[in-house]
């Protein structure tokens, strides 16, 4: 069955400072993959995804993330993180077929210190 | 940007009572979803919808649930006899559908209280 692991339920990190944050999916073939970012009271906002092909993408924000197939892993990484990035971050996965659904991990909440 | 707008905000309802959420995708998708998230919990998977029926949907859209889309752009969520456990964060999403590498784009979402 298809899953995705967040292992953090909390990151805090200060702000300027460097940011990953973990994703670990399970899934029979090559999944379409999505970082999505929730700020309180909002909706889901699509930062990034990858589909195929350079398995470093870019997303809004001036986030990335790295697909890594061998570690079944698509880490979210930002190299200075600004107080206004304070939110729920949701890896999700999706089969290359579309109109079907996605599965969510359960999402690593992001603090930032000043 | 267009966007995916959903109403109410938040809702109130009694337990027992039956609950309408309104969605309106963006314009020209054509794959539609409904999420839900209960407090504190991952966001789930209810349904997708596509040329009128559904296409797929989880152990959780039960015979109390129903989707429909009434017209060219509303797309809607009926929970026909409210339960305390319905509590939760409702979301649409919408997808273009026209090529397979085009994302899911969510609501805001709409709180659903049942009292």
């Known amino acids: 069955a298809q899953s995705v692991t967040q292992p953090d339920i909390h990151i805090t990190v200060s702000e300027g400072a460097s940011l990953e944050l973990r994703c670990n999916y399970s899934y029979g073939a090559t999944p379409y993959l999505f970082w999505y970012v929730q700020s309180p009271g909002q909706g889901l906002q699509l930062l990034l995804k990858?589909?195929?092909?350079?398995?470093l993408v870019q997303g809004i924000k001036g986030f990335e993330a790295e697909f890594k197939r061998s570690q079944s892993s698509f880490n979210l990484r930002k190299p200075s993180v600004h107080w206004s990035d304070a939110a729920e971050y949701f890896c999700a996965v999706g089969p290359l077929e579309y109109g079907n659904k996605l599965v969510f991990g359960a999402g690593t909440i992001l603090r930032v210190k000043s | 940007e267009p966007e995916v707008t959903q109403t109410p905000s938040h809702q109130v309802t009694q337990m027992g009572q039956e609950v309408i959420l309104r969605c309106v995708p963006i314009s020209n998708h054509l794959y539609f979803y409904w999420y839900r998230q209960i407090l504190g919990q991952k966001v789930e998977f209810l349904v997708s919808f596509y040329n009128n029926e559904i296409s797929e949907k989880s152990e959780i859209f039960d015979d109390q649930f129903s989707v429909e889309r009434p017209d060219g752009s509303n797309f809607t969520l009926k929970i026909r006899s409210t339960k305390l456990e319905d509590s939760a964060m409702y979301f649409c999403?919408?997808?273009?559908?026209?090529?397979?590498?085009?994302?899911?784009?969510f609501g805001d979402g709409t709180r659903l209280s049942i009292l």
């Open positions: 999403a919408s997808s273009d559908g026209r090529s397979s590498n085009q994302p899911q784009h």
């Open positions: 990858y589909f195929s092909g350079d398995t």
